[in-house]
């Protein structure tokens, strides 16, 4: 071949990119095709051209494939997140209700503390004052009983008492609501008869049986002295504190000087103190009927 026909060959591989292109060689073959196929690409594609598309557009769509599956399995993860709640709810909605319903059993005020108001102490009659001590020596009497001690009586007077002549008699009266009691103290040794009846016999409570001898036990003519009563009226309360007021004021005949002790005890004052009497209409003193409309 001369050197004119390789230059028009060249030539019109120059002039005919496209037909350069047709063929092109892989590996070394398609870098042998010389600086046509380094250059600008062929304005139209071959009609033999392979329909996958580039690498570099397979690798973008594989991208937007990764992005959209990781997307669908971040929008799956929430949603299964929010199943999970809301099948599940958080601890605090659950401590809620069981706070309400303790809240609804709890009866209003009971966690709160009782504030003690001391009554005040108003103060005692003579009655009251007399009752409770008799009370308080009988309660000590049945204690010493139980113990199998001996009974001792405390005297209130200080000095020794007074010593009554052989012959002779002090009479006193006394007086509790219906009850009226006359007493007769003579020397003797102790013995009390009321009615010709011993004291345990026509008092078989021990209230009153002590509280019949409490002018004698405080003083300490218990067992100095006899006593002889007889009580007519009242029942067997009424005639106990009429035998005690009698003996009191029978005691300050013998001795004037115990007046001031028995008479600080409410001994020697008159009870006063009666059943109300029944009005016209009601049933009692203040009981009235059940009032009826029709």
């Known amino acids: ?16 990119p496209e037909a350069a292109d047709e063929t092109p060689a892989e590996g070394s073959d398609a870098e042998a ?14 009609e033999d051209a392979p329909s ?47 706070a309400e319903e303790k809240k609804k059993d ?28 008799a009370e308080e020596e009988e309660k000590a009497r049945r204690e010493a009983e139980l113990a199998g001690e001996a009974e001792e ?44 009846r011993t004291l345990e016999e026509f008092f078989p409570r021990p209230l009153h049986q002590t509280m019949a001898c409490q002018p004698l036990a405080t003083t300490g003519y218990e067992g100095n002295v006899d006593v002889q009563i007889r009580v007519h009226g009242g029942g067997s309360s ?8 009698g003996i009191a004021r029978a005691l ?15 001994f020697l004052t008159r009870d006063a103190r009666v059943k109300e009497r029944r009005k016209a209409g009601l049933k009692k003193a203040r009981k009235r009927p059940q009032f009826s409309k029709r």
């Not at 010389?34 to 139209?44: L, N, S, T, W």
């Not at 937007?64 to 809301?86: I, L, R, T, V, Y």
């Not at 709890?106 to 003690?116: C, N, R, S, V």
């Open 1 to 16: 071949m001369t050197d004119d026909e390789q230059n028009k060959e060249e030539t019109s591989e120059q002039q005919d």
């Open 33 to 46: 095709a010389g600086p046509v196929a380094e250059g600008d690409p062929p304005a139209h594609p071959p």
């Open 52 to 98: 996958t598309p580039p690498a570099e557009d397979a690798s973008e769509a594989g991208a937007k494939d990764d992005a959209h599956d990781a997307q669908g399995e971040s929008a799956e993860a929430p949603a299964a997140e929010q199943g999970e709640a809301e099948a599940e709810p958080p601890p605090e909605e659950l401590e809620k209700p069981k």
């Open 106 to 133: 709890a009866i209003p005020g009971a966690d709160l503390e009782p504030i003690a108001v001391e009554p005040e102490e108003r103060p005692l009659s003579a009655e009251e004052q007399a009752r409770r001590e």
């Open 153 to 196: 009586e405390p005297s209130a007077a200080s000095r020794a008492p007074a010593k009554i002549q052989g012959d002779a008699r002090y009479f006193a009266t006394g007086k509790r609501k219906r009850s009226i009691a006359r007493v007769m103290l003579l020397p003797g040794s102790g013995k009390i008869e009321i009615n010709k």
């Open 238 to 245: 009424g005639q106990a504190g009429a035998v005690r007021h």
């Open 252 to 266: 300050t005949e013998v001795d004037p000087e115990l007046r001031g002790e028995l008479k600080r005890r409410g």
